[in-house]
């Protein structure tokens, strides 16, 4: 969640180009199965992550360069007086919504200038400056007020701490920091500013059980781990920190306290069940902050969320979510964005199912930003029991995202992502059935009335819009149609492959650099525009050009599905005339996803 410099000198968040391998992967899970069913309600799970969590973190305003903010020096803002002010302001103005955690972060042991206190121990110790009635003080005010108190460490040993080797480890006779460490002191975490820890010595162990133990006694019901890998851009052994995460659980659990353990920053998806084994929650991206004078931006990067979402989307449920990071919505313009942007910014947080953590002055509120925040339709998205919204459309600028309620109605979302103000529609095909629905506006508490087939709204740039669409229409139908059928015509280097999560068990791959795939024989009763969904398997996101008939493409995003082994589902618009037509994949000068089958609604 940090700034890659976070624990040298203070600099902007990087920004990093994955280049994702172009070669097809063989498919190693079960095939899900295609028939459309009721979703079922998520299970509730015991722990601190039943649900979503919900409160405040000081790293947005520690980190801004917004006037007043940081008056002596980066990351000044961190002191025991500003973290009081928000608690009260939270418990006065949002607990009664669900909002409960208060949120300590980087810096709470380091001074001004950011040099380290530490205990004999090598325990991080609290900042005299900063915290001068120490940590447990802080806690017991925020649970005076009926809230929750949270706090940070990065991963590792840090260097500072580590002493020459010679500091004990407490309640491990005989253990020191040179036992914990390896010989090498190779580093690890995303700044590497800790070495990493050799859990292979049981002195690595009793390290992290005496930290946990410090922050259970102090009363703190909450623990970000910084700088976790693989992730936080950086990969390889040395920064492969799942021992650490799985230490800190065990360690956790022997206080006795339930502590909610988040992982951070940009972790790998390759590694979701580790973070989903030894967690609570995992952040998904990097830093939301712009490092700017605002808070955040639109650009950087409240709009990667978009694309870089969906393949996270299937590993969150109760007992661990996928952290989109804070939700800075509340403070206008210190916000950084249009009012256009901050609903579309929590309805995305909402819709995911991500933490909802505010990183806002919560003593300056502005009213648009308050009922943003407090808002108990959408705040009921975020902690019901659906699972989380994913893209029902191709990741284009207008785009539509939804989840199946356990009631038998729909969470949708519709946004625009353009620059410039357009028209979206969310098509009841895409969600599985046909006719009439009624809709309800979740931000505005409207009920919109009936809309068959479709519904479409014009929104501004960067605009969006929530529903609960609830059917009143007949169960969709459709024929599909299988990639690898022999009638099928293939161009190019396009072959099939073998596929154990495909529905035929089969798909066609290697669509890159004029590769296409053309389905024969679609048929349809009568001509018109029909939403054809399309399973496929990318690792990374790729596009393709579709058409029909051998007219006019269309070129269209479809999403990371986060590996080679895993299929999903999105709708591209696609114009048939009555009886056969041909539907082209064409991935053009670039790289198209692997194509499982197509699935063709027996109406426009």
Known sequence: MRSPSHFVLPARALRAVVVLALAVGTATVAPAAHAESTAPALAPAPGPAAKPYMGWSSWSMQSSKYPGLNPDGDYSYLTEANVLKQTDALAAKLRKYGYEYVNIDAGWWRDKAWKPQFDRYARQ????????????????????????AGIYLPVGLEKEAYADGKAPIRNAEGCTTADIVHDDLRTT??????????????CAQKYIDSQARMFAD????????????PGSFKSGENYDNVADVAAWQKAIAATGRPIHLEVSWSLDIGHAADWKKYSDGWRIDTDVECYCNTLVSWENSVDDRFDDLPAWTRHAGPGGWNDLDSLDVGNGAMDGLTKAERQTYATLWAIAKSPLYTGDDLTRLDSYGLSLLTNREVIAVNQ????????????????????????GTYTVALFNLADAPASVSADWTTLGFTGKAAVRDLWNHENLGTYKNRITQALPAHGSRLFTVTPRGSALERTGYEAEAPANTLGGNASVADCSACSGDRKVGNLYLGGKLTFTDVVVDRPGTYQIEV?????????????????GATRHTFPATG???????????????????????DSGSGYAPDIDRIDVPKTS
């Open 535 to 551: 399973a496929y398997l990318s690792g990374d996101a790729r596009t393709a050009a579709v058409s029909a008939n051998g007219g």
């Open 384 to 407: 019901g029991a659906a699972p989380p919204a994913h893209p029902v459309t191709a990741s284009d600028p207008q785009r539509v995202w939804a989840a199946e309620n356990p009631d």
């Open 125 to 148: 110790k609290a900042d005299p400056q900063r915290f001068p009635r120490g940590m447990k003080a802080v806690a017991d005010h925020v649970h005076a007020k009926g809230l929750k």
């Open 218 to 229: 102090w009363g703190y019901d909450f623990l970000k781990l910084d700088g976790v890998g």
């Open 189 to 202: 975490n995303g700044w590497d500013s800790a070495y990493k820890i050799d859990f292979s010595d049981p």
């Open 563 to 585: 590996d080679w082994g895993t299929v999903a589902r999105v709708h591209v618009p696609v114009t048939l005339k009555a009886g056969a037509n041909t539907i082209t994949f």
